[in-house]
């Protein structure tokens, strides 16, 4: 049986990543865990309980509950992190940090709005009540000019290492101990060999930011002696900070049976839960505690929950009937864990399965579009509806107001759409119209539904609701007399333009409308939002004239690039608008913002010279690769930028990210050489594509661009 590997980080402002499985690392320390090895913490009573899958770990200061070695520790389902004077312990696992500062002033950072209170036995005497938390904790000058910040988020904890001027990288020096051994390999990986399997630091990578350049610094692994290493840090400015930022796979899985499956689109619960939908073929599709747990039909939808680790399946199930082909295209989840899913079905047969190319091709027998929704448990239907007319209806995307409403786009050919409060109630015509409809949380009634086109073709891709219940919707249309309001660009360029729409809350009317394109082909694909509703855009043009602003890419580089926009709140203006790719042709399907306004977009591309930045995957794997990217708040530099594939074709087709920044890529794979970690299935299903799911970090440590001052971290 092949051994389970865990895939580690480090990030040097310099930092240290460790992604736990389930599973305890084993590592080094000179000093004893006999005192934590038994060790039982009293039961806790929190005034309000942390969301530890969705939020960062919480670290406790000891106020005598605990060991008296234990400074801070950190609670999560499948350990205890323990801060000592001496070094840091994972329950039974030991590391340590050597010829460090014996006596590192520890102190709590990041304060959080938790409060624990511990009641240890009958006597009040023994209770501890009251006691703060905080998301990290510093130690202060562990050697010269260098300190330890910790802080992570469940089974990852990170570990900075602030190396200020004056400050020494080759004073750094860790080891391993209770492993079986510990190498470099010719990737310049780590590789820790535990009694529990592999256990793997990613090689370092590293720049520097003086002025308004960013300049990289080679740095890798040094092996010093038996178990113990440090960091090999080439020529670099002493003056500023030193800083090595790794893109981490956290995991990566195929998804599917022995037929076709493709999935097209990913979402997250609270707890870190990830949901994914999509269409199989496959009459051996995994399924565990499903509503259906046979495929009724050519083609079925399936629904599939993972833990937040990634690595199981809480359920999965099969959706549709005995005689259409169903696919889903878009999903959702509320606040109870409820899933709500679009697609599209048709007569057996009559629909195509590149979903992430163009639209359901039309067939001689009319699509309709799908909304339903799934108990949390996900082995019950609570509603299950229909958008139907007398010739196509397809489904592309959906979103969720603060009251479970659910909102749907997508395009229709039928002039008998069902219409209710409609800021367009006549069909447009000439091939097609995007739609926009507002589903009561009941599912039994609409509160709107519109057409959203003019006398040409017309698609709605994707949406979003704001907090106020106003819908945003990006599309693309071929209509000269498409509804434009308060608009960025008032006028058709021409080859089909990109669209953004805002329609107000329960549909009265529309707040503003603009085209976005350029003389050539222009399709937008995905929308996100940030902060008062600017309104974040992706998708592909052929347009050398593509509207720009403050472009990362100033120029088309190949017959077809992604490109990302941002909206101002008013529609009336770019803040940033780029292009994305390389020399052949690019396709963006999915985009999210973090807290902070940064973009990370996905999609796949066949150019070998695709735009990279402190990839994960640094070469091109063939044919088409998925991508992830993430862009600047500003929209002019890459944070990070990688390759996603194997030696067959790699499509990701959907985003979704955490408060954490982490994103969560699903898509359909054709490699069987797809990269997998921490994987819920390790190996291909066959039948042509399997769908997967992957979950990548990029660890950027806080400190960086800010001084900590010397009072705050050692006050007298």
């Known amino acids: 049986m092949r051994r389970p590997v865990w895939v580690l980080g480090f990030v040097f402002s310099v930092a240290l990543v460790f992604s736990f499985s389930g599973e305890t690392t084993n590592s080094g320390g000179q000093f004893s865990l006999k005192n934590f090895k038994n060790e039982r913490l009293p039961s806790a009573v929190l005034r309000k309980e942390p969301d530890f899958g969705h939020v960062p ?37 030991r590391l340590v940090f050597l010829n460090a500062d014996k006596n590192p002033k520890l102190l709590p950072l990041e304060p959080s709005e938790h409060r624990v209170n511990y009641l240890i036995g009958d006597s009040p005497s023994q209770w501890r009540t009251d006691i703060p938390t905080s998301a990290a904790v510093m130690y202060g000058n562990v050697y010269k000019n260098i300190d330890l910040k910790i802080y992570g988020i469940e089974k990852q904890v990170e570990y900075d290492w602030i190396v200020k001027p004056g400050g020494k990288p080759e004073d750094i020096r860790f080891a391993y101990q209770d492993v079986k051994g510990t190498r470099i390999d010719t990737e310049g990986d780590l590789v820790v060999e535990s009694p529990r399997g592999e256990l793997k630091h990613r090689k370092p990578r590293s720049y520097q930011v003086i002025g308004d350049s960013r300049i990289d610094v080679e740095v890798g692994f040094e092996f010093i002696e038996k178990d113990r290493f440090g960091f090999d840090v080439k020529a670099y400015n002493p003056d500023y900070d030193l800083i090595i930022d790794p893109l981490v796979l956290g995991y990566s899985s195929y998804l599917g049976g022995s037929g076709w499956d493709g999935a097209n689109a990913v979402a997250l619960d609270r707890s870190g839960a990830v949901y994914v939908t999509g269409g199989t073929l496959s009459a051996d599709f995994p399924v565990k505690n499903a509503y259906k747990k046979k495929r009724g039909g050519y083609m079925d939808v399936f629904v599939t929950k993972f833990s937040p680790s990634g690595n199981s399946l809480v359920y999965s199930t099969y959706w549709g009937g005995p005689y259409n082909d169903e696919a889903g295209t878009g999903i959702a989840v509320d606040g109870s864990g409820a899933v709500y899913v679009t697609g599209a079905s048709a007569i057996a047969g009559e629909t195509i399965r ?28 609570v509603y299950s509806t229909t958008l139907s007319g007398e010739y196509d209806v397809e489904a592309s995307g959906i979103a969720l107001d603060s009251n479970k409403a659910a909102y749907v786009t997508g395009y229709t050919n039928s002039s008998d759409f069902p219409v209710k409060n409609a800021p367009q109630k006549a069909y447009g015509g000439g091939g097609s119209d995007a739609f926009v409809t507002m589903i009561a949380p009941s599912g039994k009634s609409l509160v709107y539904s519109t057409f959203l086109g003019g006398n040409n073709s017309d698609f709605g891709s994707g949406i979003v ?20 309001l308060n608009a960025y660009q008032k006028a058709y360029r021409g080859g089909g333009d990109a669209f953004v729409t805002k329609i107000a809350p329960n549909g009265t009317s529309l707040v503003y409308s603009t085209y976005l394109g350029g003389s050539k082909r222009d399709e937008g694909k995905s929308i996100a939002l940030y902060g008062k509703g600017a309104a974040y855009m992706i998708g592909d043009t052929s347009s050398s004239n593509f509207p720009l602003m403050n472009a990362y890419q100033k120029i088309l580089r190949g017959p077809q690039d992604t490109f990302v926009t941002k909206l101002s709140p008013d529609g009336k203006r770019l803040v940033y608008s780029t292009y994305l790719g390389g020399s052949a ?16 977009t996905t999609g796949f591309t066949g150019s070998a010279n695709f735009p990279l930045k402190n990839p994960v995957q640094p070469a091109y794997g063939g044919k088409d690769d998925a991508f992830v990217t993430k862009l600047s708040p500003d929209g002019r530099n890459l944070v990070y930028s990688t390759y996603l594939g194997g030696a067959d074709a790699d499509l990701a087709t959907g985003i979704a990210m955490n408060g954490q920044g982490a994103v969560f890529i699903t898509g359909y794979t054709y490699s ?17 594509s399997d769908a997967f799911l992957a979950k990548l970090s990029f660890v950027l440590p806080s400190a960086v661009g800010r001084r900590l001052p010397r009072k705050a971290l050692y006050p007298r």
Request: net charge neutral; aromatic share 16%; hydrophobic share 40%.
């Open 354 to 381: 590149n979903f992430a190319r163009r639209p359901y091709e039309k067939s001689a027998y009319p699509s309709h579009a799908f909304v339903f929704k799934l108990s949390p448990a996900g082995n019950s239907l």
């Open 585 to 600: 042709a690019d396709f963006s399907l999915g985009i999210a913002v973090d807290g902070n306004g940064a973009a990370t």
């Open 57 to 93: 770990l919480y670290f406790i200061p000891n106020r005598g509950q605990v060991h008296h070695e234990a400074l801070f520790y950190a609670r999560t389902s499948a350990y205890t992190l323990w801060l000592t004077k001496e070094g840091l312990a994972f329950d039974t696992a």
């Open 672 to 688: 069987a050489d797809f990269p997998t970690m921490n994987a819920f299935q390790k190996t291909f299903g066959g039948g042509g």
């Open 465 to 484: 609701v704001d907090g106020g219940g106003a819908a945003y919707i990006v599309g693309y249309t071929f209509s000269a007399d498409f509804s434009t």
